[in-house]
Nanobody, 125 residues
Framework: VQLQASGGGLVQAGGSLRLSCAAS????????MGWFRQAPGKEREFVAA????????YYADSVKGRFTISRDNAKNTVTLQVNSLKPEDTAVYYC???????????????????WGQGTLVTVSS
């Protein structure tokens, strides 16, 4: 499956963005989807994930209550609504797809076989 992330930009602290990931090439609803981010000089980290059906969602503690992941299987898209942004949220955000698995598998980059190119989010203080 091919993934194309978009929606990043420059925003002031406290602001919001809506990140989107468009999928093509394979049956989108067969895949769990995740968002990860990588700040300069840091490892890529888990942000949020959603099961293939949309029935289960998972969040990193650092974004709970501020970020919301959703998907539209009819439109082959997954969205990450990011609110109350902080300077420490500055990173390149990547969407990724994996085969459905146990709940613990959502958090690890190695479980995801397909990755988009990333979209940059910059939060100014």
């Amino acid at each position: 499956v091919q993934l194309q992330a978009s929606g990043g930009g420059l925003v002031q602290a406290g602001g919001s963005l809506r990140l989107s990931c468009a999928a093509s090439g394979r049956t989108f609803s067969n895949y769990d989807m995740g968002w990860f981010r990588q700040a300069p000089g840091k490892e890529r980290e888990f942000v949020a994930a959603i099961s293939w059906s949309g029935g289960s969602t998972y969040y990193a503690d650092s974004v709970k209550g501020r970020f919301t992941i959703s998907r539209d299987n009819a439109k082959n898209t997954v969205t990450l609504q990011v609110n109350s942004l902080k300077p420490e949220d500055t990173a390149v955000y990547y969407c990724a797809a994996k085969q459905p698995g146990y709940s613990g598998s959502y958090y690890y980059t190695g479980k995801y076989a397909y990755w988009g190119q990333g979209t940059l989010v910059t939060v100014s203080s």
